[in-house]
């Protein structure tokens, strides 16, 4: 066996050991460097590095790892495709040897003791993404075998480096699921709206390992979106404008529905505040509508400090983090409305006790006020008249005239308020009736169980037949502590004649000649 056959078989043997090496890598940043020095070790260079192509624009040239080295000039390199040996090879996708380094106009003078240099490219899927270099001090360091082995290594180190890679958004993947269970728990624990909101903004930020979040309401006239609360920005955020939904970024995301990306806030025409993303040091933007039951909400927006490109996973993961918050908040806004329910019944029961006891004064009152009236006027009659007595008897009819007035003004406020009668569906005021008590049943650990019967429209005060349901369903709540089940049931009944008989000609109901109506149909 001949040295030059040895020297290959030798070689192989090596490019083999190190593939089991980087297998064994799972870190990508422990596994780049492993895949430099292993090229530096393997063929007897001075130095090496790796360099990617950016995610963002797919033409900067960054330097992952370097190793040998005698200068730091190498963490501020920046190259792009097409510039210096390293651009090239990334723009055209072949190897690229140089014996001697002073003699290609190409080369970048990074050290000035390296007279050699060979660069292969990373292919992934026939995509490069990046170029695997090494240097020598020492000219023609490197031949056509060389050239060879070392894009083999890069070829195997491609592959690796994409597994380390989907290694590590698996476990970042399941990590934010984890955090995400988490913040689904302190979201349904609790019916606060400022404490949902601001639990919201900190842990998005904190789980999206990003610069900041911001969280933006629909404003009433739902054209524009105001921001309500943010984390991780200064004061100044907070205090700009609202945005309109038809010209703006985060409106194109609440107008399509739909997660809406920018690589760079600060050139995007769509961003309307490019000086703020400058002073609040945000650069790449991801926003997620806030959607609850069909209706739109408002949007939550994620923002990085430096160019970043959000994943499919980050975008599902925002998208879940904006429904959960639109469930939230929408569960706040019916506790509240039950509250504000609950507090009106209470008012209501307070002032229907007041106007009884007032009424029932005034009567008491009223009947030996009516007494006084007429001893007054025979007392009038016969006092002398311009004596004193006159007069005394004078101010005493007024006076009692003034109590008269306030008797007569209680009775009127006692009096009830007019019934406002008017079409409505009984199964619709049930059921929305139903929607303001659904937290109070599931936290009472209450069953419930509908029939609702479909029928015709009856008269009635939606407002009065509102609150007497919802009074009857709070005090069944009052009566089940422990839980339980209600059963509400609606049925409809004919209580009046039916109208079995046609109309006579012309058209003209029979109903019509009756001086009263009658109860007619749809009774309930």
């Known amino acids: ?52 192509l950016s995610p963002t624009d797919g033409v900067t040239l960054d330097i992952r790892v370097a190793v040998g080295f005698n200068t730091e ?45 060979l660069a292969v490219p990373l292919i992934l899927g026939g995509r490069v993404i990046g170029v695997l270099n090494v240097d020598s001090t020492r000219l023609s360091a490197f031949q056509e075998e060389d050239v060879e082995l070392l894009s083999a290594l890069a070829a195997h180190s491609a592959a690796v480096l994409r597994n380390a890679e989907l290694y590590q958004e698996s476990r970042n993947h399941a990590r934010m699921l984890r955090a995400l269970l988490s913040i689904s728990g302190s979201l349904t624990s609790s019916l606060e709206r400022e404490e949902i909101l601001n639990t919201v903004v900190a842990r998005t930020t904190q789980l999206m390992r990003v610069k900041m979040c911001a969280l933006f309401l629909l404003d009433e006239s739902g054209t524009a979106l105001y921001p309500e609360t943010a984390y991780g920005c200064s004061p100044r955020y907070l205090e700009s404008r609202a945005l309109s939904l038809e010209n703006s970024l985060l409106g194109q995301a609440a107008r399509e529905r739909r997660p809406v990306l920018s690589l760079n806030v600060r050139t995007d025409p769509r961003y309307h505040q490019p000086d703020l993303a400058r002073e609040e040091g945000l650069y790449s933007l991801l926003a997620a509508p806030m959607v609850f039951q069909g209706k739109l909400l408002g949007v939550l927006c994620v923002y990085s400090a430096h160019p970043h490109v959000f994943t499919q996973s980050e975008e599902e993961i925002l998208c879940t983090l904006a429904d959960l918050s639109s469930a939230a908040l929408a569960n706040a806004r019916l506790h509240r409305q039950v509250v504000e329910a609950e507090e009106q019944r209470v008012r209501l029961e307070k002032l229907s006790a007041l106007g009884e006891v007032a009424a029932g004064l005034a009567h008491e009152i009223r009947n030996p006020l009516a007494v006084m009236k007429m001893l007054l006027h025979g007392l009038s009659s016969e006092a002398p008249p311009g004596s004193s007595q006159s007069e005394d008897l004078e101010i005493l009819s007024s006076k009692v005239a003034e109590i008269s007035g306030v008797v007569n003004q209680l009775l009127l406020l006692a009096r009830p308020v007019p019934l406002e009668r008017h079409p409505l ?35 009635g005060d939606k ?50 000649e009756r001086s009263a109506p009658s109860a007619g149909r749809g009774g309930c």
């Open 1 to 52: 066996m001949t040295m030059a056959v040895r020297s290959r078989e030798e070689r192989l043997e090596a490019l083999i050991a190190i593939g089991r090496k980087l297998a064994a890598e799972l870190e990508p940043d422990g596994l780049l460097h492993s895949i430099v020095e292993s090229a530096t070790q393997l063929l007897g260079a001075t130095s090496g590095s790796l360099m990617t």
């Open 73 to 117: 000039k190498w963490k501020a390199l920046k190259l792009r495709r097409g510039q210096g040996i390293t651009g090239w090879v990334a723009e055209i996708g072949q190897p690229l040897l140089v014996p001697d380094v002073s003699q290609d106009a190409r080369y970048y003078p990074l050290d000035a003791s390296i007279h050699s240099e």
């Open 425 to 459: 569906q009984l199964s619709e005021l049930v059921q929305e009736t139903l929607g303001l008590v659904r937290h109070r049943l599931r936290e009472n650990h209450i069953e419930l169980e509908t029939e609702l019967a479909e029928g015709p429209p009856v008269v």
């Open 463 to 512: 407002g009065r037949l509102s609150q007497l349901l919802l009074n009857l369903i709070l005090n069944s709540c009052d009566a089940m502590p422990h839980g339980g089940r209600l059963c509400v049931r609606l049925s409809y009944t004919e209580c009046g004649v039916p109208l079995t008989n046609p109309l006579p000609q012309g058209g003209r109901s029979p109903l019509r």
